[in-house]
């Protein structure tokens, strides 16, 4: 990879490797079956070309320095390439936000592939913006979750950082999470805190409680951080009164939330809401590449 381009990921607290990797797959895909017959028969050998890549609807923008990745991995050199915006700005219809500069046939055989990466982490970002607006003002901010596109986690997270979202955990390994299946398996809420804090001391950890019960369980037990699941604005209030008694405990609401009612969950006192739709169910944003000079 071009350091140019490996300091950009890095700069945005993405890993060249992995990014590397996604991209190379998806490269691969489109030319699992055979090179690119259709550029290849109507772009002429060394022809070089123009393009922009244009925003068709308004939105927030994601995932550029992926798209100069892509460039490279395509054997497009990132210096063909002007970045036009920077991630995390909110673009209109028309905003041109990169212009390339580069052969034609390699452009056009990186195409769809530069557009999948950079749709699909403006629209993560877009949505994520959405709900960090509803909730301004309030002290409460919108987390993602792991329930993410497989091989893309580390830059769907970014697309929600790019929104003013915040990241939950990455993986298994850098916090605990204490869920229905962990507590049955340990024999209860205050036993799983434990048997969690015996085995890895000092490491971020949170639970998931269904009913006050189990709240109150997990506060006794010395829980900083809990997640309230599917609970109504009646609960979310009295799981918050208890936590009150308990500094530094925090919480956070999860469970089919919807945007029109963000405001006011956080408005019972939470301190997150997750939304595992940020990344699961958030639409592309349209964006589309233009050729303009051969």
Not at 58 to 75: K, S
Not at 225 to 242: Q, T
Not at 246 to 265: D, F, H, I, K, W
Request: glycine share 10%; proline share 4%; hydrophobic share 50%.
């Amino acid at each position: 990879m071009d350091a140019t381009v490996a300091s950009r990921l890095l700069a945005a607290g993405l890993d060249p490797g992995d990014t590397e990797r996604a991209i190379r797959t998806a490269l691969d895909e489109d030319l699992r079956y055979g090179p690119d017959v259709t550029s290849a028969a109507t772009a002429a050998p060394g022809t070089r070309a123009a393009a922009a890549v244009v925003a068709r609807e308004p939105g927030v923008l994601a995932g550029l320095p992926v798209a100069l990745a892509v460039l490279d991995a395509a054997g497009i050199p990132p210096g063909t390439a002007e970045l036009r915006g920077a991630d995390g700005d909110l673009i209109g219809r028309g905003t041109e936000v990169l212009r390339i500069r580069a052969p034609l046939r390699e452009l056009l055989g990186a195409e769809r592939t530069l557009l999948n990466f950079l749709t699909h982490l403006s629209g993560i970002a877009t949505a994520t913006r959405a709900w960090a607006d509803a909730l301004a003002g309030t002290g409460c901010a919108v987390r993602d979750t792991r329930k993410t596109t497989p091989g893309l986690r580390q830059l769907e997270k970014y697309a929600v950082r790019c929104g003013g979202g915040l990241n939950h955990r990455m993986g298994l390994g850098d916090a605990a999470l204490i869920k229905d299946n962990h507590v049955a398996a340990a024999g209860g809420i205050a036993a799983a805190i434990a048997a969690v804090r015996a085995a890895a001391a000092g490491l971020p950890l949170e639970v998931e409680c269904d009913t006050l019960t189990q709240v109150r369980q997990a506060l006794d037990a010395g829980a900083e951080l809990i997640l309230l699941d599917n609970m109504g604005l009646a609960d979310l209030r009295a799981a918050v009164a208890m936590a009150r008694r308990y500094p530094p405990a925090r919480l956070e609401a999860s469970g089919g939330l919807r945007l029109a009612q963000a405001r006011a969950v956080a408005e019972t006192g939470v301190d997150f809401v997750a939304v595992g739709a940020l990344t699961h169910s958030s639409p592309a944003l349209d964006l589309g590449l233009d050729v303009l000079a051969c």
